[in-house]
């Protein structure tokens, strides 16, 4: 047993299994499950930050992601100067006003004294507000969305380097973290979780249906990359070298290096965010965060500022959530709002965090890669095994296309089966929290 | 005068009447969110596919009787299936405490814990769910559609505007009405439902008073259970059946429960009404109402529409958000920590 | 022969001891009375004798019966009852709710019971519908030691009951357990207030770090000079 939970055999482990894919079904393929494996990783990174080391319940990872990969958007697509032309005044016009009201809200509850008027005064400001900016919001939309819909339709983004959206991502959900941190957190830990999932679904329907923004499902394809296309390559003298030398056809290599080179970006960023978690951890900083969640009421007798330091905490784990968000939109070199899941982007990470081991960063990283070579892997084992069980029904027979037709639901019900075993049986994780005292006796 | 008479119908077609039933349907599955909370002191993440799973069992049962060839006039089968859904609902809820929720009791988890579980309850649930049923939407409202149609009331009034109830949403209202009032009734008068309010007031004090803990911890999943299958069977019989709606639902329950005070039964059927019409009535189109009610020339143009019913969830959890600002434990009030 | 008697108990809250080789004896129709100085155990040595702390050494027995192994839901049963220090009372339930949940392991109609403890608290008729939450810290305290009457016990413990109460409602409140002890209940409770509470007591224990120190009645406790220099202030 105790071999079973040393991290190098665990991780040696992974590796092994990511070979025999690489060898029984395809190289790129164990490359996908490697790249999508890290950004995973640093999503679990992410999560665990805000439950291992502050003990706070983050449901809405998917909105994190999300912001992140819509930032990839807005940095790195393309401007559209006619739909800005078309409606960008009255856009920013709107903003303006808005803007405006909130400003006069905040000055007004400042200067004036709390009472009744003053509330009267703060809801007709923003009703006035409301008022104006709503027709001008719509006139712009309209305007925005005419333009050349089937290509655009939207105000595009700034056409700057999609790398730096990376950086820039973190910081918007940072922003966004901030608000709803505001708010949620001091409060039960339950309310911070039916808070970001929320928060969760509305970011998805804003990206759905707020067309002028992110072309809403009509996704934006096409994002510029930061590696090498694969018809470049192709071309290049040393890559058909090497797939000469290797035995493979040009074509395959150039797939191969592309996806190389995005595990090898990925692997950077999520080492650096490694380095600097435990650095962090191991710091009183990190001592003291886990001090707060082991006994949040000595802490606050302390005179720690308790909820100050979980809002300082909840921005940087959700910052790290949006960053492999941004990352993902990267990889895909598209945009797609449809495809943000709470299972796949909020439970599925939180499962990593959890059969990984909560408040080890190692561990996150551990679950990251094998939860996410598990859920891929568990589609086609999954539906063989479920093939196998139906074939004494006869062809045609009506059970036996019920089951086979809904089949693909049971990785909901496999996923949930795995959280439910990982916390009865191993909940401390695959690589457990190191035990440092921090009772402070 | 004819103009403000239409106005008025309008509004009660398009807001009061859906609000009123969106409301009962809301408050149900608030209530089982609330007495779970109250009893078993965590925040059930499971309970909207517990409703889906109630509402599924009805559908089968419902099915079931349709294949003996019985129906039962305007009354949708499905309501006479009810006592049978919930029963398996029943069975269904006993098993999952027993297999895995007693498990964290005994040992005491936090209830953070807890919550976390009843997440991964949740995913097995709907992954079952949607293998059983299969993901599709399905309509199985077999009764009589209307109990008043618009036309009627025009003809009767001899206005242009008329309300249209479905035999659906007077059902929601009758039997919500029924489920609660009982509900209510034994809590506050059966000597079980007042040791299940004393255990939630004060669990030691409970204890020492000789109240067995299993019993009430049990009651409580029954009568959540129940409200559960009827609170969804009566969403289905309204709307339609869908899986995966009731993943959205959670938000606006939840909200319900929260702004009405998390622990207090009353809170949750206030919160269920307030949250209900709160989102009819801000994605409600006004257009028509201000051509009855403002002189021409103001009338605008376009949707006059707080907002798109693409946002409808936004909107419990904005009021979710206000009440936590301002008053964190709810209009009446609930527990803290 | 003593009704309760806990003999040579030792333990603790899993961690070191807290109370040892402890002692305390009290019989029906008795006032005992615990008192010492801050963290001298006299709230755990009362725990013990609920059953709700784990005993390494020593027994406690009730009548003829040993119930150092039964739940504190099982020594309700037996015929004890006790009225906890803080959140005794159902807050959002009404005082005659708080008296009817003392007695839902007794079959039969409450009235008679209920009847009783109204005599003996005449405050708590008038409130009978209003929350318990909302009363009075004193009119607290009597829902508690109301509810801790339902079961009919045969013996009753208090764990300072005259905690944050004015001197004129800890008088009152004293008076009423006097009565309570003579329909031939026993009654032991720890208590802050030890000069007071010894003017009452039949028995007195004085508790020092979780053993006896002192243990003689009341009256003779208060005469001591010993005990009147470390543990009443003069």
Redesign the interface.
Known sequence: MKTLRNPFFLFGAYGVCLVLIALLQSVQLALGILGLGLISAIMALGINIQWGYA?L?N?GAMGFAAIGGATAVWVAADPVPAAWSAGGADLLLALFVVLGAVVIILVLNRVMPSSAFQKICTLAVGLLAFVIAR?LF?KAVEAIEAVDPALSGYLGGLGAPILLSWMIGALVAAGAAWVIGK??LG?????L???T???A??VV??L??EDWLTRGVKNVVGLPRPVPYEVDLVEMPWVLSLSNTLGTSADDMAAILVRLSYCVLFAVVLLALLWLSEVALRAPWGRMMRAIRDNEVAARAMGKNVTKLHLRVFILGSAVVAMAGAMLVTLDGQFTPGTYQ??RFT?LI?IMV?IGGSGNNWGALLGGLVIWMFWVEAEPIGLAIVSLLVAVLPEGNEIRD??L???A?????????L??LA??FT?RGLIPERQVDTRGR | MQDYANAALLLTNYLVVPGIAYGCQLALGALGVTLIFSVLR??N?AHGELMSAGTMFAIFATWGFQAMGLSFGPVPTALVALPFAILASIAVVLLTDKA?YR?YRIKRSD???L???S??????????I???I??DDRTFNDGARFILKAREVKDYLGLSEGVTIKTSQAITVLVASIAAGLLFWFLEKT?TG??M??FS??E?????????PERIVKLAWVLAAVLATIAGTLYGLDKSYKPFVF??L??PI??AA?VGG?GNPLGAVIGGFVIAFSEVALTYAYTKFLAYTLPPAWVPD?LVQFL?T??K??I??VI??LI??YR?TGILRGK?? | MSYLKGEGMTGGYGGADILHDCSISVDKGEIAVIVGPNGAGKSTAMKALFGMLNLREGAVTLGETDVTHLT??AR??AGMS?V?QV???????SVE?NL???G??RDGPLTETIEEVYELFPALREKRHQHAGELSGGQRQQVAVG?ALM?RPKLLMLDEPTAGVSPVVMDELFDRIIEVARTGIAILMVEQNARQALEIADKGYVLVQGSNRFTDTGAALLADPDVRKSFLGG
């Open positions: 003990g319940l449901i027709p719509g708010i949620a409060l039960r830990a339950d309310y979780a039916i808070a999932l929320g928060i679904e509305i329907a804003i759905k249906h709470p299972l439970f939180w959890i019920h089951i037709g809904n089949a639901q049971m990785r909901l019900a496999l996923m949930g089966a959280l439910l916390l009865r909940p | 965590f925040s993440f895995i498990f209830p953070v814990i919550l976390i579980v997440i991964g309850v949740m995913f097995v649930m709907a992954g079952l949607r293998f059983l299969g993901p000597k007042k040791m309010r004393a007031d004060n030691d004090l409970a204890l020492l008073s000789g109240i067995n993943q959205q959670l938000l939840f909200a929260i998390l376009g798109p693409d946002y969830f936004a419990s959890f979710l958000v936590l600002l964190p803290t920590l | 504190p839901q309700v049963e006790f906890p959140r005794n009372v159902f807050p959002t339930m709710e009817e949940m003392g839902v392991l509810r079961t």
